[in-house]
């Protein structure tokens, strides 16, 4: 069938997707069985249908139900020929459908760098299209389809959709309800998309200033006040079905000086240790409801010393999640391309030792053949029992039950106009990240800047990438900011690791200006940037920095009379940071992390809980 949902169309040429009447016709009654249309049905779904269900799929139909695969392309039938290409290379298909057709998988999930996120109405044209190469499979079952939209630094659902504030800064702002906000915003609007799982939130306490996988995405240092935060993120999220949330990393990605992506990180914690820190955002997410949660590749020795990550555990993952816990929902792998699960063992074994330790999902291996094959083999074999399967599958379907996907798979581009980047979700997105900013020092009543005294502002510093591609560049986003606010702003891009010759540039441009602000990203003690600021220092004229990522920055520091903390380098949060600068808002985050002493990390600078106002709002 050709398709008629790829993301090419206006808004006023999309094609509604299939009739109810159709889909029920084309899947032989699979969704007829299960009874589960209407509103009449209890929260809970029936286990006998579902296990009928199962009971009547092929076992090569119960090894794709574990999967969830990425896959290339803005359309499910009809990619570009660059995203035909990379799924031939990397998955042995051409599209989505072939994918579906050829493994039966049960989810897929969408990023950025695979061409899935363009803009909302391709996005609800890709998740229609993939619903309906599914639904029409024999004993077709809806895909949960899924993505990491953290907000912050993580994000692949980008403008017109709306963006929030991340985690640390939603720490900062200390607001239960803000987090509850954002999470029913953002569960709304990727419903609307079509996408019904979301890794998120990060469960992870950061104590590890040099952590270089979490930092920012983490909501702050406390167990207490991030267990708080992700309980009721969760609660946000899964208001109404909206969406499954996902807290992750278990059992605690949040004290590791190495990334997972590239190597194999070991947590020292103790038993004592981990049950402090790292296990209350967990208690309090499955006391929340939450509907899944996500593995780390990581070692605990404390909770296994076989020398396996956890993701492969089976001490950590049915002993202490499933047993000492009491959580029956959803556990995803993640990423199975990752360095950290692929270290021990090949991309054979990886798939069949997550199953055997409790895993229900097995995310984005490198190789799905490679993993589909090693899954059926080792039930053929005996490894692995059929039994095994269907109790992970049985979760997957009361999940995709709970969301409603047997009674209302497609998405309607309607429902995007309605829901997507609303006035009123911008705004709420706005007034969230104004109670987020955090001045961590006020030298001399530097700030609020006066336009009137500081008419002309140069804004310098680095320009990062937009973590969703859509926003930026945080230098003329701020200039762009200021100069709405009433000043004459410019922006001068020097980047992260700043030259000799653009340092002298910066100098030269600050001579014409009144004040500089400098965008800080992730400052070290022989970093360029730490020299431009030192020379722009020098100048004499006043020089506010803002710290686009990790507020640790300020240590590195000490002559800038005043600095924010943004806590990410999206539109929404340096927007804030330039209200705040402006002396529109007053500066109400806290810090949701303790910043050490440069020179001496053994003593605090900067407590949990430091932040400076204006006093006069």
Same mark, same amino acid.
């Given at each position: 069938?050709?398709?008629?949902?790829?993301?090419?169309?206006?808004?006023?040429?999309?094609?509604?997707?299939?009739?109810?009447?159709?889909?029920?016709?084309?899947?032989?009654?699979?969704?007829?069985?299960?009874?589960?249309?209407?509103?009449?049905?209890?929260?809970?779904?029936?286990?006998?249908?579902?296990?009928?269900?199962?009971?009547?799929?092929?076992?090569?139909?119960?090894?794709?139900?574990?999967?969830?695969?990425?896959?290339?392309?803005?359309?499910? %039938?009809?990619?570009?020929?660059?995203?035909?290409?990379? /799924?031939?290379?990397?998955?042995?298909?051409?599209?989505?459908?072939?994918?579906?057709?050829?493994?039966?998988?049960?989810?897929?999930?969408?990023?950025?760098?695979?061409?899935?996120?363009?803009?909302?109405?391709?996005?609800?044209?890709?998740?229609?299209?993939?619903?309906?190469? &599914?639904?029409?499979?024999?004993?077709?079952?809806?895909?949960?389809?899924?993505?990491?939209?953290?907000?912050?630094?993580?994000?692949?659902?980008?403008?017109?959709?709306?963006?929030?504030?991340?985690?640390?800064?939603?720490?900062?702002?200390?607001?239960?309800?803000?987090?509850? %906000?954002?999470?029913?915003?953002?569960?709304?609007?990727?419903?609307? *998309?079509?996408?019904?799982?979301?890794?998120?939130?990060?469960?992870?306490?950061?104590?590890?200033?040099?952590?270089?996988?979490?930092?920012?995405?983490?909501?702050?240092?406390?167990?207490?006040?991030?267990?708080?935060?992700?309980?009721?993120?969760?609660?946000?999220?899964?208001?109404?079905?909206?969406?499954?949330?996902?807290?992750?990393?278990?059992?605690?990605?949040?004290?590791?000086?190495?990334?997972?992506?590239?190597?194999?990180?070991?947590?020292?914690?103790?038993?004592?240790?981990?049950?402090?820190?790292?296990?209350?955002?967990?208690?309090?997410?499955?006391?929340?409801?939450?509907?899944?949660?996500?593995?780390?590749?990581?070692?605990?020795?404390?909770?296994?010393?076989?020398?396996?990550?956890?993701?492969?555990?089976?001490?950590?993952?049915?002993?202490? *999640?499933?047993?000492?816990?009491?959580?029956?929902?959803?556990?995803?792998?993640?990423?199975?391309?990752?360095?950290?699960?692929?270290?021990?063992?090949?991309?054979?074994?990886?798939?069949?030792?997550?199953?055997?330790?409790?895993?229900?999902?097995?995310?984005?291996?490198? &190789?799905?053949?490679?993993?589909? /094959?090693?899954?059926?083999?080792?039930?053929?074999?005996?490894?692995?029992?059929?039994?095994?399967?269907?109790? &992970?599958?049985?979760?997957?379907?009361? *999940?995709?039950?709970? *969301?409603?996907?047997?009674?209302?798979?497609?998405?309607?581009?309607?429902?995007?106009?309605?829901?997507?980047?609303?006035? &009123?979700?911008?705004?709420?997105?706005?007034?969230?990240?104004?109670?987020?900013?955090?001045?961590?020092? /006020?030298?001399?009543?530097?700030?609020?800047?006066?336009?009137? %005294?500081?008419?002309?502002?140069?804004?310098?510093?680095?320009?990062?990438?937009?973590?969703?591609?859509?926003?930026?560049?945080?230098?003329?986003?701020?200039?762009?900011?200021?100069?709405?606010?009433?000043?004459?702003?410019?922006?001068?891009?020097?980047?992260?690791?700043?030259?000799?010759?653009?340092?002298?540039?910066?100098?030269?441009?600050?001579?014409?200006?009144?004040?500089?602000?400098?965008?800080?990203?992730?400052?070290?003690?022989?970093?360029?940037?730490?020299?431009?600021?030192?020379?722009?220092?020098?100048?004499?004229?006043?020089?506010?920095?803002?710290?686009?990522? /990790?507020?640790?920055?300020?240590?590195?520091?000490?002559?800038?009379?005043?600095?924010?903390?943004?806590?990410?380098?999206?539109?929404?949060?340096?927007?804030?940071?330039?209200?705040?600068?402006?002396?529109?808002?007053?500066?109400?985050?806290?810090?949701?992390?303790?910043?050490?002493?440069?020179?001496?990390?053994?003593?605090?600078?900067?407590?949990?809980?430091?932040?400076?106002?204006?006093?006069?709002?």
């Amino acid at each position: 069938m050709p398709d008629t949902s790829t993301g090419s169309r206006g808004r006023t040429g999309s094609t509604a997707p299939p009739s109810r009447r159709t889909v029920l016709a084309a899947t032989a009654g699979v969704t007829t069985a299960l009874a589960l249309g209407g509103t009449a049905h209890a929260d809970a779904p029936d286990d006998r249908k579902l296990r009928a269900l199962i009971a009547r799929m092929t076992l090569p139909e119960k090894v794709g139900q574990l999967f969830v695969m990425r896959v290339y392309g803005h359309s499910a %039938t009809a990619p570009d020929q660059a995203d035909i290409d990379a /799924n031939l290379r990397e998955i042995g298909v051409r599209t989505a459908a072939e994918l579906i057709a050829r493994y039966r998988v049960g989810g897929i999930i969408y990023f950025t760098w695979a061409h899935n996120t363009r803009d909302p109405h391709q996005m609800a044209d890709l998740s229609n299209g993939i619903q309906r190469a &599914s639904l029409t499979q024999p004993r077709g079952l809806p895909v949960l389809i899924s993505t990491d939209q953290e907000h912050g630094i993580v994000c692949r659902v980008g403008e017109p959709a709306t963006l929030f504030p991340g985690a640390m800064a939603i720490g900062a702002g200390g607001s239960r309800g803000d987090a509850r %906000t954002l999470g029913r915003i953002a569960g709304q609007e990727l419903r609307a *998309l079509g996408i019904r799982q979301n890794y998120s939130p990060v469960a992870d306490v950061n104590v590890n200033p040099a952590n270089p996988v979490i930092g920012v995405r983490s909501f702050g240092a406390d167990p207490a006040a991030v267990a708080g935060m992700v309980a009721a993120e969760v609660a946000g999220y899964q208001h109404g079905r909206q969406v499954a949330s996902t807290a992750k990393h278990f059992p605690g990605h949040g004290d590791t000086a190495v990334d997972s992506h590239y190597g194999f990180p070991v947590i020292t914690h103790t038993r004592e240790q981990w049950e402090t820190l790292d296990a209350p955002p967990f208690r309090a997410a499955i006391r929340a409801g939450i509907d899944s949660i996500m593995t780390a590749h990581i070692m605990v020795p404390a909770l296994d010393d076989s020398g396996d990550p956890a993701t492969l555990s089976r001490p950590i993952l049915t002993g202490i *999640l499933r047993e000492e816990l009491g959580y029956d929902g959803l556990v995803v792998t993640d990423s199975l391309g990752m360095e950290g699960v692929r270290t021990k063992y090949g991309d054979d074994r990886v798939p069949v030792l997550a199953l055997k330790a409790g895993v229900d999902q097995l995310l984005n291996p490198p &190789s799905l053949d490679i993993a589909w /094959n090693a899954v059926l083999k080792a039930v053929q074999d005996g490894e692995l029992t059929e039994a095994r399967l269907d109790e &992970s599958i049985l979760r997957v379907l009361r *999940l995709k039950a709970k *969301l409603r996907l047997f009674d209302a798979p497609y998405v309607s581009q309607d429902g995007v106009d309605r829901t997507v980047g609303t006035p &009123s979700h911008l705004k709420a997105a706005d007034r969230i990240a104004e109670r987020t900013t955090t001045l961590l020092v /006020n030298e001399g009543a530097l700030l609020p800047l006066s336009r009137r %005294t500081h008419p002309k502002v140069l804004v310098v510093g680095a320009d990062p990438a937009s973590p969703s591609g859509t926003t930026g560049p945080p230098t003329g986003v701020l200039a762009t900011a200021l100069t709405e606010l009433g000043f004459t702003a410019t922006a001068l891009s020097t980047g992260t690791a700043p030259s000799a010759a653009t340092i002298a540039r910066a100098v030269a441009a600050a001579g014409d200006a009144d004040a500089v602000v400098v965008g800080t990203y992730n400052v070290t003690a022989s970093s360029a940037q730490k020299v431009l600021v030192e020379q722009l220092l020098a100048t004499g004229r006043p020089v506010v920095a803002v710290a686009i990522r /990790n507020p640790y920055d300020v240590a590195q520091l000490p002559g800038v009379r005043a600095v924010l903390a943004s806590y990410s380098w999206t539109d929404v949060e340096l927007r804030a940071a330039a209200r705040v600068i402006a002396g529109r808002v007053a500066p109400r985050g806290r810090l949701p992390v303790p910043v050490q002493r440069a020179d001496d990390p053994g003593t605090v600078l900067y407590p949990v809980g430091h932040g400076l106002s204006y006093g006069h709002r």
